[in-house]
C-alpha cells in the first residue's frame, strides 16, 4: 500500500495520440507533434489510486499530473515543467538532474516550461520551491523511464535487465558487446506501468552531469540579443496598448476628455468601467495618446510615510489578532530573572522589486481563444486571472512564459496581460503592452513595510533564558529563532497595509533575520562575548554551526579586532532549507562618516549542490540585491502617491556599492538538494549592521539603515 | 512622420518615424531589433545602451533624427560570421549573467570602454559601468568578464 503523498510514476510508451486514455489531453496540439517515443508523467499516488479504483485503462489520465517527459525517435528528450526560468537558473539545473537520472548528455534536454498548454499545472514559480519538489519529481520520472528502458531492451534481446546499462543515451548489453538508443528502444508497443518513486534515483556522491558546473542552458542567446523575453514578442498586425494610470491610489475619476487622443490617427480609446486604456499603430503614438487624454481625479487622503510603523501596529487585518505561532515556557518570569534583558523595535521599509523588464504582455483572440506571452512566476495564476476577467474556460486561455528580465517576487500577477487582453479584444488585433519603469514602482507590489519589537534575556555565562518576538505586517517567514531558548512567544500581526504589498525574495525572512541578528549582536556586546561565541553557545542545529564557522574561518573573525574606522559584524540563519552566515567589513570615514562595505564572505549549504556555478552566481546576486535594502532601498508615499518611482531617485545596488564577494559553498551531498534563490539575502543586512555597531557603538535598527545613520 | 536611414550594424535601413522618437523605440519597434532593451527610458539604468560611431551611448535619450547621422552597433551587430566578439565571449566564458536583461547593455558598454582604454583597472570598469543597473547582482562577474576580454584581445582576439 503506497503512501497517500509519496509519488508514482506513469509510464505510457508508444504512440501517445493512439492511446486511449489521453483523451483529455489528446487536444494539446503538442501531443500529436510528439507522436510516438516515450512519454512519462508523474502524478499523486492519491488520485493514481482513484483511478485505478475505477480501472485504469479507463479515459483519462489522472489529473494531478506534475510533470512529463518524452523521449524522441532521435533520442531528444523534452521535459515539461510549469516552473519558469527567471535568470535563476533552473533551465539548467533541473536539465541536468533529468539527463543525470536519465543516463544521457546534457544537451539532449530541452526543458518546455512555463506553458499553460504544454506544461502540467504548476502553483508558481516562488519560495525557493523548485529545486526541492520540481527537482526530486523530474529525477523520479527520469530514474522511472531508465528502469522501463532497461527493461524493454532486455526483453527484446531476452536478457536480465540486471546484465545491462545505461549510459550516455542507450543502453549496453556488455557481455554480448551490443546497444540500442534509447530513441530506438522507445519504438514500441502501447504499455502502461506505475512506478514506485524511491529506490533509483542516483545519489549525489556519484552524480557525474548533476553537481557540476554547467554552463547556463542557451546562454549564447544572452550575449547576442537573440533571447526573445516577453516585451521583446512580436505578432502579425500587432498594436501598442497604453494604459491611463489614476493620480493616485484608490483615486474615483473626476472628469475625462479623450477627444484629442481619438482624433489621432489609428488610435482606439478603451473604456471599460474603471478602465481607460488605447490602442495605437505603434508605440510611440500610444504614449503620445495617452499624454493627450484629460482626466482628472479624486484622490483620498491616505497614509504616508510619516506614522507608518504606529500606523501597522494599530491597525491589525481584519480588526482582530490571531495568536502567537509558537509559545514555550514562560517568557515575563523567564526574563525577571535574567542577568541581562534587551527590549528593542526594528524597522523595514517598503521596498520595490524593480526587475529591470517591467510587467510587459503581448495578447492575441484567435477564434474565442485568447493567448497572451507575459513575464510573470505564475503562468497558470495569470491563466486564472485571465479565465476570470473574461469568463474563459481552461481550454479558451494560453499563457506562455518565456524567460523574463526577471521578478524577485515581484511578478505573480498578471495586470499587464489582462490590460493586453482587454485591448487586443476591443482593438480586433494582438497587442502588446509594456509598462513604463514608473508604473512598475507604482502599479505593482512591494515588499511589506514592518514593525519587529524584541524582548530577550540571557544568563551571565551566555545561555539565553527568553526570547520574545513580534512582527508586525512584514510577515512569518522565517520568524522562529533558530537559537535554544526555553522560554519564547512568537507571533506575527497581520496589518492593514497602507499600499499594496505581495511576495519579495526572501520576503519577511530578511526583516526578521535583522531584527534577530541584530539583537543577538546586542546581547552578545551586553555581556562582553564574542558575538559568534555567543550564538554558537546558544546553537544545537549541526548545520548552522557549520556555516558559522566556515563563514569565520575564511573570513579570519577571531584575528579582527574593530576599530573606528573599520567594523566587522557576523550574522546568520536558517530559511526554507538553505543555511546562512554572513560576515562583513565595513569602513567608515572618520570625516564624513559615510559608511562602505568593503568585504562580504558568505558561507552557504543547501544539501547537495546541483550546480555549484549557478549557486555562486545566485549567492553573489542575493548579496548584492541585499546591500540595496539593507543600506537606501526605500519606497516614499503620500496621500496615495510613490513619491520616488524612477531609478534617479529610488537607489537600487550599482557596481561602486559592490564590495569584495566571497562566498564559500558547503556541499553536504549526504543531505537532499534545497533551494537557493531567497536565504542567501538575508545575512547581509544584520551583518553590516553589526559591523558598523562594531566600529562606531551605534546601533542601527532600521532598514535601510543609512537612511538612519 | 519623417523618413530616416539608418546605419545599424553595418547596413542602411530605411525606416518611417516621428524625428523626436527615440532611437530605442524605432530599434525595437520599428525594426524588431529587439536584443537592445527598455529599463527606465530615462537614461538612468543603462539596458538601451547601443554604440555610436563607437561610443556607448543610451538609446533612450537619442532621438531617431540624430542617430541617423551616425554609425549604429546594437548588440545583434557584435558577432561577426557566427564568431562572438571578444566582450560577448568574456561574458559567457565568466557567466557575468543571471536573467540576462541587462547584459546587451553591459557588453556593449564594456565594448566601448575597451576601445578607449586597453587594459583597464577594475576600478576604471566599475566607474565606466555605474550608470548600469543589473538587478540580478552580477556586478563582480561583469568586472570580471570585462578583464577577461581585455586579455583577449590582447592575445589577438576579434574586438
Redesign the interface.
Same mark, same amino acid.
Given at each position: 500500500m503506497k503512501h497517500r503523498d509519496e509519488p508514482v510514476t506513469e509510464i505510457v510508451l508508444g504512440s501517445v495520440s493512439a492511446l486511449p486514455h489521453v483523451s483529455e489531453l489528446d487536444r494539446r496540439d503538442f501531443l500529436k507533434v510528439l507522436g510516438g517515443g516515450l512519454l512519462v508523467c508523474l502524478t499523486q499516488a492519491s488520485s493514481w489510486a482513484q483511478e485505478s479504483g475505477r480501472g485504469f485503462g479507463g479515459h483519462e489520465l489522472p489529473k494531478e499530473l506534475s510533470a512529463w517527459l518524452h523521449i524522441a525517435a532521435d533520442g531528444q528528450v523534452k521535459v515539461f515543467t510549469g516552473k519558469v526560468e527567471? %535568470?535563476?537558473?533552473i533551465r539548467t539545473s533541473l536539465a541536468q538532474l533529468v539527463a543525470e537520472e536519465l543516463r544521457v548528455p546534457f544537451d539532449a534536454i530541452t526543458m518546455v516550461m512555463g506553458d499553460t498548454d504544454l506544461t502540467p499545472w504548476d502553483m508558481g514559480t516562488f519560495g525557493s520551491r523548485t529545486t526541492p519538489t520540481m527537482g526530486p519529481q523530474l529525477r523520479t520520472m527520469a530514474a522511472a523511464a531508465r528502469q522501463m528502458l532497461l527493461e524493454i531492451a532486455a526483453q527484446r534481446w531476452h536478457v536480465d535487465p540486471a546484465g545491462l546499462t545505461a549510459a550516455g543515451g542507450k543502453v549496453t548489453d556488455a557481455q554480448n558487446a551490443r546497444s540500442l538508443a534509447y530513441g530506438e528502444l522507445s519504438r514500441g508497443e502501447k504499455l502502461v506501468k506505475t512506478v514506485s518513486s524511491e529506490e533509483r534515483l542516483t545519489a549525489a556522491p556519484e552524480w557525474k552531469i548533476a553537481g557540476t558546473a554547467v554552463?547556463?542552458a542557451e546562454?549564447?542567446d544572452?550575449?547576442? %540579443?537573440? !533571447?526573445?523575453?516577453p516585451? &521583446?514578442i512580436?505578432r502579425p498586425e500587432m498594436m501598442?496598448g497604453a494604459v491611463l494610470r489614476p493620480d493616485g491610489f484608490n483615486a474615483t475619476l473626476a472628469s475625462l476628455d479623450t477627444n484629442a487622443a481619438e482624433k489621432l490617427p489609428g488610435v482606439k480609446v478603451v473604456r471599460d468601467g474603471d478602465f481607460i486604456g488605447l490602442v495605437a499603430p &505603434? *508605440?510611440?503614438a500610444a504614449q503620445r495618446a495617452l499624454a493627450a487624454i484629460q482626466a482628472k481625479w479624486n484622490v483620498p487622503a491616505q497614509p504616508s510615510n510619516k506614522g507608518l510603523f504606529a500606523y501597522l501596529k494599530n491597525n491589525p487585518e481584519n480588526g482582530r489578532d490571531d495568536g502567537p505561532q509558537h509559545v514555550s515556557g514562560s517568557v515575563e518570569p523567564a526574563l525577571a530573572g535574567a542577568d541581562l534583558k534587551l527590549e528593542e523595535q526594528y524597522t523595514v521599509a517598503y521596498i520595490a522589486?524593480?526587475?529591470?523588464?517591467?510587467r510587459a504582455a503581448v495578447a492575441e483572440w484567435t477564434d474565442g481563444k485568447l493567448t497572451v506571452w507575459t513575464g510573470t512566476q505564475r503562468p497558470f495564476g495569470v491563466r486564472d486571472e485571465l479565465m476570470q476577467a473574461f469568463h474563459l474556460s481552461p481550454a479558451q486561455v494560453r499563457v506562455i512564459q518565456p &524567460? /523574463? %528580465?526577471?521578478g524577485?517576487g515581484g511578478k505573480h500577477t498578471g495586470e499587464a496581460a489582462i490590460e493586453a487582453a482587454r485591448l487586443a479584444k476591443a482593438a480586433g488585433k494582438p497587442v502588446k503592452v509594456?509598462w513604463?519603469?514608473s508604473e512598475e514602482f507604482t502599479w505593482a507590489y512591494l515588499r511589506p513595510a514592518g514593525l519587529i519589537e524584541i524582548k530577550a534575556g540571557a544568563q551571565r555565562n551566555g545561555t539565553l533564558v527568553a526570547w520574545e518576538h513580534h512582527n508586525y505586517n512584514s510577515g512569518s517567514a522565517a520568524i522562529g529563532t533558530p537559537y535554544s531558548v526555553a522560554n519564547q512567544l512568537i507571533q506575527y500581526h497581520a496589518a492593514k497595509s497602507p499600499l499594496r504589498q505581495g511576495s519579495y525574495r526572501g520576503l519577511a525572512s530578511t526583516a526578521n533575520h535583522f531584527a534577530r541578528e541584530s539583537h543577538m549582536d546586542g546581547m552578545a556586546h551586553g555581556l562582553g562575548m564574542d558575538p559568534l561565541e555567543f550564538r554558537l553557545k546558544n546553537l544545537t542545529d549541526p548545520r548552522l554551526q557549520a556555516v558559522f564557522q566556515a563563514a569565520a574561518d575564511k573570513f579570519g573573525w577571531g584575528r579582527l579586532k574593530s576599530t573606528p574606522e573599520r567594523g566587522f559584524g557576523i550574522a546568520g540563519g536558517v530559511d526554507k532549507g538553505g543555511y546562512v552566515a554572513t560576515c562583513a567589513e565595513v569602513e567608515i570615514d572618520a570625516a564624513s562618516k559615510k559608511v562602505r562595505i568593503r568585504r562580504i564572505v558568505q558561507a552557504w549549504e543547501c544539501g547537495a549542490i546541483v550546480n555549484p &556555478?549557478?549557486l555562486r552566481?545566485?549567492l /553573489?546576486? *542575493? +548579496?548584492?540585491?541585499g546591500i540595496g535594502g539593507a543600506l537606501f532601498e526605500r519606497i516614499l508615499f503620500a496621500d496615495g502617491r510613490i513619491l520616488n518611482p !524612477?531609478?534617479?531617485q529610488y537607489r537600487?545596488?550599482?557596481?561602486?556599492d559592490?564590495p569584495q +564577494?566571497e562566498v564559500v559553498l558547503v556541499d553536504r551531498k549526504d543531505l537532499p538538494s534545497a533551494g537557493a534563490g531567497e536565504t542567501g539575502l538575508v545575512g547581509l543586512a544584520p551583518a553590516v549592521g553589526n559591523a558598523i555597531f562594531a566600529a562606531s557603538g551605534i546601533r542601527l535598527r532600521n532598514m535601510p539603515i543609512l537612511h538612519y545613520a | 512622420m519623417g523618413d530616416f536611414v539608418l546605419n545599424v550594424n553595418g547596413a542602411d535601413l530605411r525606416v518611417s518615424a516621428p524625428a523626436e522618437e527615440t532611437l530605442l523605440s524605432v530599434l525595437r519597434n520599428r525594426l524588431n531589433l529587439t536584443g537592445t532593451k527598455y529599463g527606465c527610458g530615462e537614461g538612468q539604468c543603462g539596458a538601451c545602451t547601443v554604440l555610436l560611431d563607437g561610443r556607448a551611448t543610451r538609446s533612450c535619450l537619442v532621438s531617431v533624427e540624430s542617430a541617423a547621422k551616425a554609425k549604429i552597433v546594437t548588440i545583434e551587430g557584435l558577432e561577426q560570421n557566427g564568431k562572438l566578439s571578444a566582450m560577448q565571449q568574456a561574458f559567457l566564458d565568466e557567466g557575468a549573467f543571471q536573467c540576462g536583461y541587462c547584459t546587451s547593455g553591459m557588453i556593449l558598454r564594456a565594448t566601448s570602454l575597451l576601445h578607449e582604454r586597453h587594459n583597464p583597472t577594475e576600478e576604471q570598469i566599475a566607474e565606466a559601468m555605474e550608470g548600469h543597473i543589473c538587478r540580478c547582482g552580477t556586478y563582480p562577474r561583469i568586472v570580471e568578464a570585462a578583464k577577461r576580454a581585455s586579455r583577449l584581445l590582447a592575445e589577438g582576439a576579434n574586438r
Open positions: 527567471v %535568470g535563476q537558473n554552463p547556463k546562454g549564447r544572452f550575449v547576442t %540579443g537573440k !533571447h526573445k523575453y516585451s &521583446d512580436t501598442f &505603434d *508605440a510611440f522589486h524593480a526587475p529591470l523588464e517591467p &524567460d /523574463m %528580465g526577471s524577485y509594456v513604463t519603469r &556555478d549557478g552566481n545566485q /553573489m546576486g *542575493a +548579496i548584492v540585491q !524612477h531609478f534617479a537600487v545596488p550599482r557596481f561602486s559592490t +564577494i | -
